[in-house]
């Protein structure tokens, strides 16, 4: 092994816990109460515009434009479509998820850990260039993650096996030599495996595939498996 290609959200930042944050914030601002129910409401509607976008049928920011607006009718809020109105919305969710985000306790050691076993790394995941470089740097790991591959600059994501060939390509490193590493089994693992790099599951809930035999619950447990 050359090199190790990390996921960003849910495995170097806790996206999750940050979304929750903000949304526990955010959502009493526009008197909508974050329950359970609502919380996970605005994640089913999330991922819906964000495979819209991945897919090309949407721009960035008109699927932050569509996700709010579905979700406030979803809470039984009346249907606002004015585009400046629905901007000031989802800036109100932004901005507190952008103050929530933070490293996992263990990726700044693991990226030290790695380093020191002379692995190069690198970070591929689906995201845009300025959010995805915006966030590592704001965590304090842009210096340290080696190149940043973003779907929106390689023109391809994950689930797509393509998406690995050509970020190894880029890096310079053969698919053989390089392993991902993400905290999702259908998105860096299998497809990445498909592409011909070695992969593990960092499964920090537990969650499974149990019979995953490359998995790891910590990326403290990683450099000993590589
Ligand atoms: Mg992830």
């Not at 039984?76 to 629905?86: F, I, S, V, Y």
């Not at 973003?150 to 880029?170: S, Y």
Request: hydrophobic residues 45%; proline residues 7%; contains cysteine.
């Amino acid at each position: 092994m050359q090199g190790v290609l990390l996921d960003l959200d849910g495995t170097l930042l806790d996206h999750e816990g940050a979304v929750t944050a903000a949304l526990l914030r955010w959502l009493p601002t526009i008197g909508v109460t974050p329950d359970a129910p609502v919380l996970a409401l605005w994640r089913t509607v999330q991922e819906r515009h964000l495979a819209d976008w991945r897919a090309g049928r949407l721009t960035f920011q008109q699927q932050r434009r569509r996700r709010v607006r579905d979700f406030l009718v979803a809470v039984g809020r009346p249907a606002e479509d004015d585009e400046t109105r629905l901007d000031t919305l989802f800036g109100g969710f932004l901005r507190r998820y952008e103050q929530a985000w933070a490293p996992y306790p263990d990726a700044a050691p693991v990226l030290a850990a790695l380093r020191r076993a002379g692995l190069r790394t690198a970070v591929l995941t689906n995201g845009i260039v300025a959010q995805q470089t915006d966030k590592l740097a704001r965590i304090g790991l842009l210096d340290r993650v080696g190149p940043v591959y973003t779907g929106e600059a390689l023109g391809l994501f994950k689930p797509d096996p393509a998406v690995f060939a050509e970020a190894c390509r880029r890096w310079g490193l053969p698919p053989g030599a390089v392993v991902s590493v993400g905290d999702r089994h259908d998105l860096d693992v299998l497809p990445a495996r498909a592409a011909g790099l070695r992969a593990v599951h960092l499964d920090r809930d537990g969650a499974g595939p149990l019979d995953e035999p490359d998995r790891v619950t910590s990326l403290r447990d990683l450099p000993a498996l590589l």
